[in-house]
């Protein structure tokens, strides 16, 4: 791992992270309020896709300032490298629970969308634990809370505001 910079690791973890939490929130809560399946789907790939645009972005001006500030010349990493990384990791990430959304009835869809992401954001953050070498398990079951937390926020919101 050490070969690899690490502001290309952490983008990669951020986006995955990001991606998995987020969309799983928005798919879940849109699958709990609307009844139509072709709604579901179109919802949650304008939201990945715009969210992934997004944080991409902000990855990059973000980035950008902090290399500004590197007086010893750490950061040689790519800018525009860091944001394609940040791009596709929450792309992809965000396709876990999109695509049982899109092969499953609703209801399954649904319930299979969450397992899959609880079980994603479990293995992300091993990961990540693993990698800053501090505690992987604690940092595991860190972001099953933090997707949990997004996940009920989205099935509120989806049952209150049920169309
Ligand atoms: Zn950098």
Redesign the pocket.
């Known amino acids: 791992m050490k070969h690899i910079?690490e502001?290309y690791l952490r983008s990669a973890m951020f986006g995955l992270q990001d991606g998995l939490v987020s969309t799983t929130g928005v798919v879940v809560g849109i699958s709990t309020g609307v009844a139509d399946k072709s709604i579901i789907i179109l919802a949650s790939l304008v939201a990945v896709s715009v969210e992934a645009t997004s944080m991409a972005a902000g990855q990059y001006s973000s980035?950008k300032a902090?290399?500004q500030m590197?007086k010893i010349g750490?950061?040689?990493?790519s800018?525009a490298l860091?944001a394609a990384i940040m791009f596709i990791a929450y792309f992809l990430a965000g396709m876990v629970p999109i695509i049982p959304t899109i092969l499953f009835p609703q209801s399954q869809g649904r319930i299979i969308a969450i397992v899959a992401a609880l079980i994603g954001l479990f293995v992300v953050g091993y990961i990540k634990g693993h990698i800053v070498e501090s505690k992987p398990l604690r940092s595991a079951t860190e972001l099953l809370v933090i997707g949990g937390i997004a996940t009920t926020i989205g099935l509120i919101v989806g049952h209150f505001l049920r169309v």
């Open positions: 910079h502001d980035e902090v290399h590197d750490k950061h040689n990493d800018l860091g």
